[in-house]
């Protein structure tokens, strides 16, 4: 079984026990066909469709994350499984006329089902967008024949250094703001002593694909060194700045990544600091940066 699909065993067991549940109810209540009764061509029709909504199920949940949208489609799939589930049923079991619940589980779960979809898909949708708008910046960057990261991958930070450079003499040409959020792992030290090194690219990679769903199109995330982050926001002010670096860190404390050998959540954290552009060259910048983010890191050591 692959790893992700471990993660939403729950889901698939609550599956499993409804599609029981109809059958123990129909068989509770009815009698059962005789063989030479069965109308192959039903059967065929609406088993065959229950089937490849399993099939649907099983194949979204073991390419997909724990999260809303997977939730949503599967909720939906799961309510059209049903439905179609239900419905083979009566070609294998003949209830009485006085029984009207059968129409009920028939019909009720298919328009929730499709209408979950649909708002699924709708989100799912509008993920797509984003992470194809970075990685178009990324095929950008790739076609400028930079180095990269060959982890996540994202540019590093001679390409950083470069980019913000320029950035900087835009922004005193146009006079508009420019601002850097540094962020940096809590912690991760410890992810790579008690579950390997292996373990920590993975937390890495997913924290990037995170940070870039929450990014703008004409942001740029670079990594730094090892567990560290920094976003180069144009046109952004320092409030603007702070709270988007509050977003960030929120949005890394409720990633529900769990470990690929066990499925264990780990608990994960990141320390945040921003600064706008002043009259300063880059690294002049990037050191006021690491400047804050050193106080920030500092500040939850003294507070645990």
């Excluded at 079984?1 to 009815?30: C, D, Y």
């Excluded at 066909?33 to 949940?61: K, T, Y």
């Excluded at 089902?113 to 950008?140: C, N, P, V």
């Amino acid at each position: 079984m692959p790893s992700l699909l471990r993660h939403h065993r729950l889901k698939l067991l609550a599956v499993v026990l409804a599609a029981n549940f109809s059958l123990l109810l129909h068989l509770a209540a009815g009698d059962p066909i005789p063989v030479r009764e069965w109308n192959p061509l039903d059967i065929f029709g609406e088993g065959g469709a229950a089937l490849l909504a399993l099939v649907w199920l099983g194949l979204m949940l073991s390419s997909r994350p724990a999260g809303r949208v997977t939730n949503l489609l599967a909720l939906g799939l799961g309510c059209v499984f049903f439905s179609w589930w239900t419905d083979c049923l009566d070609e294998f079991v003949r209830l009485p006329e006085s029984v009207h619940w059968d129409h009920w589980l028939e019909s009720a779960p298919m328009p929730v089902g499709l209408l979950l979809l649909t708002y699924g898909l709708y989100h799912w949708h509008h993920e797509q967008l984003a992470i194809s708008a970075q990685m178009e910046k990324r095929e950008r960057l790739f076609r400028e024949h930079l180095l990269f990261d060959k982890l996540t991958p994202l540019a590093g930070a001679d390409y950083l250094r470069r980019q913000l450079q320029l950035s900087l003499e835009e922004s005193r040409r146009e006079g508009r703001p420019l601002s850097l959020v540094a962020v940096d792992l809590d912690h991760f030290d410890a992810i790579n002593q008690r579950f390997g090194h292996a373990e920590g690219d993975a937390v890495l990679q997913a924290v990037t694909q995170l940070l870039l769903l929450n990014l703008r199109r004409q942001d740029l995330l670079c990594r730094l060194a090892g567990d560290r982050f920094v976003i180069l926001l144009p046109h952004t002010g320092e409030s603007q700045a702070r709270q988007l670096a509050g977003e960030m860190a929120l949005a890394v404390e409720h990633l529900a990544h769990k470990t690929r050998q066990h499925g264990e959540r780990l608990q994960l954290g990141a320390s945040v600091a921003c600064a706008m552009a002043l009259d300063e060259d880059a690294e002049q910048l990037l050191r006021r940066l690491n400047l804050a983010l050193a106080r920030a890191k500092q500040g939850l050591a003294l507070s645990a």
